[in-house]
C-alpha cells in the first residue's frame, strides 16, 4: 500500500559524518583546463531555451497547467526528461512516486466590503464551490487558543503567517466554526503556500500580502465591520502519481569504489507555464548531462555523476524527500559526495545559495562561493531555507547547495513564461555548475566515515515557500 506523501513531512533520515570531501593529489589534474575551456565552449544556451520551451509551451502558446504535480503534463515531461538523457547514452530509470494528490489552482477572487483584494489559493485548499461571505475575524497566528479566542463560528478568520503550519492554523480554524480563512504573509509580498495534503478537515483557505493583511488587521483592531466574499476554485486528482527522473554517468572504469555527485533540479510546476520555476533548472541539468557525457570528460570522471529530475516538489518537496529515503534505506547514502540543486536560474540579476541551516554542511557551498567569486559573477548573498529539493539531502547529512538567480517578479503566476528567461543567467548558471563539477573532478575524493550505527531523527520540513530576498 502507497503511503501518503505530504508537505509537512517527518523524514527518517541517517545521520551520517561529514567527510573531508576531496584533498588535492599529488598527480596531475584528471581533467586539464584545456578540455575545461573546450567544454565550455560546446555549452549552448540554445539548446537549453528549446528545453525550457518545450516544456512550458505547446504549438507556440504557454501551458497554463505545464507540469503540475500528479497530471498528465507532468507524467509527459519526466518521459521527455529521461528520452533525453537516453538520447545522451546516460544509464536513466523513471522512479515512480506513489500517493500523490494532483491539485491545480483555478483561480480565487476576494472582496472587503465590495473592494476586491488580490489573493492566492494555497494548495490543497478545500474550494468554496459557490461565493462563501461572512465577517472578518483576526485570529492572530492561529493557534489552537487564539482561535478558540477568537469567536469564529460561521466567520472568517484572518490569521497571520508564522509559529505553526499553514495547515494547522487552517484546521484550528475549522475545528473552530469558520468557513474560511486568509492568511496573510509576515515579509513584504505574496503568500503562496500549501496545506500539505487533501484534508476535509479544513476550510477554502488563501494567501495574502502582508501590506494588504495589515490593513485589515488594522481595520479590524479599529472595531470597523469587515464583510469578506471569497470564491476558490480548484480541481483535485487524487492518488495519482509523480516520477524522479534519474541519468547516471559512471566514473571511469579505473576508479576504485567511487563516490557519487547528484545534480539536481526538480521539474514540475504549479498552474502556471513554470519556465523559470523550474523548467530553467531543468533544462540545465539536461545540457550539463550533454556536456559532461562528451569523451573527453566521461572517460576521465573520478566520481558517478547522476542527474536527477525531481517530481512533487512543488506540494512540499515529495520527490526529492522519497528519493533520499531510499538512498538511506540503501546505505548508499553514505557514499554521495555532495549535491547541487538548481532551481529558478533564469530570471533576476544575481545568484545567491542556500542551505537549510547554519549546522549545515557547507563543502559544497564553498566550492560554489570560491567559483562564482572566480568567474565575476554578482553574488546577492547566501541565506538559510529548506523550500527545495536539496533540503532532505542535507537533513541526511549529505553536503548540498542550493543554487538561485535572484529576484523572479513573476514566481509562480502565468507570467512565468520563455520570454523572461535571461539567456546570461543560463549560461552563468550552467557554467557555474560545470565549473564545480570539474574541480570536483580534480581533487580526490575520501571516502566518508560510516557512523558506527545509523541513527535516525525526524525532520520536519517547514511548510513553507521561497522566502522574498
Given at each position: 500500500?502507497?503511503?501518503?506523501?505530504?508537505?509537512?513531512?517527518?523524514?527518517?533520515?541517517?545521520?551520517?559524518?561529514?567527510?573531508?570531501?576531496?584533498?588535492?593529489?599529488?598527480?596531475?589534474?584528471?581533467v586539464?583546463?584545456?578540455?575545461?575551456?573546450?567544454?565550455?565552449?560546446?555549452?549552448?544556451?540554445n539548446?537549453?531555451?528549446?528545453?525550457?520551451?518545450?516544456?512550458?509551451?505547446?504549438?507556440?502558446?504557454?501551458?497554463?497547467?505545464?507540469?503540475?504535480?500528479?497530471?498528465?503534463?507532468?507524467?509527459?515531461?519526466?518521459?521527455?526528461?529521461?528520452?533525453?538523457?537516453?538520447?545522451l547514452?546516460?544509464?536513466?530509470?523513471?522512479?515512480?512516486?506513489?500517493?500523490?494528490?494532483?491539485?491545480?489552482?483555478?483561480?480565487?477572487s476576494l472582496?472587503?466590503?465590495?473592494?476586491?483584494?488580490?489573493?492566492?489559493?494555497?494548495?490543497?485548499?478545500?474550494?468554496?464551490?459557490?461565493?462563501?461571505?461572512?465577517?472578518?475575524?483576526?485570529?492572530?497566528?492561529?493557534?489552537?487558543?487564539?482561535?478558540?479566542?477568537?469567536?469564529?463560528?460561521?466567520?472568517?478568520?484572518?490569521?497571520?503567517?508564522?509559529?505553526?503550519?499553514?495547515?494547522?492554523?487552517?484546521?484550528?480554524?475549522?475545528?473552530?466554526?469558520?468557513?474560511?480563512?486568509?492568511?496573510?504573509?509576515?515579509a513584504s509580498?505574496?503568500?503562496?503556500?500549501?496545506?500539505?495534503?487533501?484534508?476535509?478537515?479544513v476550510?477554502?483557505?488563501?494567501?495574502?500580502?502582508?501590506?494588504?493583511?495589515?490593513?485589515?488587521?488594522?481595520?479590524?483592531?479599529?472595531?470597523?465591520?469587515?464583510?469578506?466574499?471569497?470564491?476558490?476554485?480548484?480541481?483535485?486528482?487524487?492518488?495519482?502519481?509523480?516520477?524522479?527522473?534519474?541519468?547516471?554517468?559512471?566514473?571511469h572504469?579505473?576508479?576504485?569504489?567511487?563516490?557519487t555527485?547528484?545534480?539536481?533540479?526538480?521539474?514540475?510546476?504549479?498552474?502556471c507555464?513554470?519556465?523559470?520555476?523550474?523548467a530553467?533548472?531543468?533544462?540545465?541539468?539536461?545540457?550539463?548531462?550533454?556536456?559532461?557525457?562528451?569523451?573527453?570528460?566521461?572517460?576521465?570522471?573520478?566520481?558517478?555523476?547522476?542527474?536527477?529530475?525531481?517530481?512533487?516538489?512543488?506540494?512540499?518537496?515529495?520527490?526529492?524527500?522519497?528519493?533520499?529515503?531510499?538512498?538511506?534505506q540503501?546505505g548508499?547514502a553514505?557514499n554521495?559526495?555532495?549535491?547541487?540543486?538548481?532551481?529558478?536560474?533564469?530570471?533576476?540579476?544575481q545568484?545567491?545559495?542556500?542551505?537549510?541551516?547554519?549546522?549545515?554542511s557547507?563543502?559544497?557551498?564553498?566550492?560554489?562561493?570560491?567559483?562564482?567569486?572566480?568567474?565575476?559573477?554578482?553574488?546577492?548573498?547566501?541565506?538559510?531555507?529548506?523550500?527545495?529539493?536539496?533540503?532532505?539531502?542535507?537533513?541526511?547529512?549529505?553536503?548540498?547547495v542550493?543554487?538561485q538567480?535572484?529576484?523572479?517578479?513573476?514566481?509562480?503566476t502565468?507570467?512565468?513564461?520563455?520570454?523572461?528567461?535571461?539567456?546570461?543567467?543560463?549560461?552563468?548558471?550552467?557554467?557555474?555548475?560545470?565549473?564545480?563539477?570539474?574541480?570536483?573532478?580534480?581533487?580526490?575524493?575520501?571516502?566518508?566515515?560510516?557512523?558506527?550505527?545509523?541513527?535516525?531523527?525526524?525532520?520536519?520540513f517547514?511548510?513553507?515557500?521561497?522566502?522574498?530576498?
Amino acid at each position: 500500500m502507497s503511503k501518503k506523501k505530504k508537505i509537512c513531512v517527518v523524514a527518517a533520515s541517517a545521520v551520517i559524518v561529514a567527510p573531508m570531501l576531496f584533498t588535492t593529489p599529488a598527480s596531475a589534474s584528471s581533467v586539464s583546463n584545456g578540455i575545461l575551456s573546450k567544454i565550455e565552449r560546446q555549452l549552448s544556451v540554445n539548446k537549453i531555451l528549446k528545453d525550457i520551451e518545450r516544456l512550458s509551451m505547446e504549438d507556440g502558446q504557454n501551458k497554463d497547467n505545464a507540469r503540475v504535480t500528479g497530471f498528465e503534463g507532468e507524467h509527459e515531461a519526466a518521459k521527455y526528461i529521461q528520452s533525453q538523457f537516453k538520447k545522451l547514452g546516460l544509464n536513466s530509470e523513471l522512479k515512480t512516486v506513489d500517493g500523490i494528490d494532483g491539485f491545480i489552482d483555478e483561480g480565487s477572487s476576494l472582496t472587503i466590503n465590495n473592494q476586491s483584494v488580490t489573493v492566492k489559493t494555497l494548495t490543497y485548499s478545500q474550494p468554496t464551490n459557490q461565493k462563501l461571505e461572512g465577517e472578518l475575524v483576526y485570529a492572530k497566528t492561529g493557534t489552537e487558543n487564539e482561535c478558540k479566542e477568537a469567536n469564529l463560528q460561521g466567520k472568517i478568520a484572518l490569521i497571520q503567517r508564522g509559529s505553526i503550519s499553514f495547515a494547522d492554523k487552517a484546521k484550528n480554524a475549522y475545528n473552530n466554526g469558520a468557513v474560511g480563512v486568509i492568511i496573510y504573509n509576515n515579509a513584504s509580498g505574496m503568500l503562496n503556500g500549501t496545506l500539505g495534503e487533501l484534508n476535509d478537515s479544513v476550510v477554502p483557505t488563501v494567501g495574502m500580502s502582508l501590506e494588504d493583511g495589515k490593513v485589515l488587521v488594522d481595520k479590524v483592531n479599529a472595531g470597523e465591520s469587515v464583510n469578506v466574499s471569497m470564491e476558490v476554485n480548484t480541481i483535485v486528482k487524487p492518488n495519482s502519481f509523480s516520477y524522479n527522473v534519474v541519468g547516471e554517468l559512471p566514473a571511469h572504469k579505473n576508479v576504485k569504489n567511487p563516490q557519487t555527485l547528484v545534480v539536481g533540479a526538480h521539474f514540475d510546476s504549479v498552474s502556471c507555464p513554470g519556465a523559470n520555476d523550474n523548467a530553467s533548472g531543468t533544462a540545465t541539468i539536461l545540457e550539463l548531462a550533454r556536456l559532461i557525457s562528451q569523451p573527453e570528460v566521461k572517460n576521465k570522471l573520478q566520481y558517478n555523476i547522476k542527474f536527477v529530475a525531481f517530481g512533487a516538489e512543488e506540494i512540499g518537496l515529495v520527490g526529492s524527500k522519497e528519493y533520499v529515503e531510499q538512498l538511506v534505506q540503501s546505505g548508499e547514502a553514505e557514499n554521495i559526495a555532495g549535491m547541487i540543486n538548481l532551481d529558478m536560474v533564469g530570471v533576476g540579476n544575481q545568484v545567491v545559495t542556500y542551505n537549510i541551516d547554519d549546522n549545515a554542511s557547507h563543502k559544497i557551498t564553498d566550492i560554489a562561493h570560491e567559483n562564482i567569486n572566480e568567474l565575476g559573477y554578482k553574488f546577492g548573498g547566501h541565506f538559510n531555507s529548506g523550500s527545495s529539493d536539496h533540503a532532505p539531502f542535507e537533513a541526511a547529512g549529505i553536503p548540498s547547495v542550493f543554487i538561485q538567480f535572484d529576484k523572479d517578479p513573476y514566481y509562480h503566476t502565468d507570467e512565468d513564461t520563455l520570454d523572461k528567461i535571461d539567456p546570461q543567467n543560463i549560461k552563468e548558471t550552467a557554467t557555474l555548475v560545470l565549473n564545480m563539477l570539474m574541480d570536483m573532478q580534480e581533487k580526490s575524493p575520501n571516502k566518508p566515515n560510516k557512523p558506527n550505527k545509523k541513527q535516525f531523527k525526524n525532520i520536519e520540513f517547514e511548510n513553507e515557500e521561497m522566502p522574498s530576498l
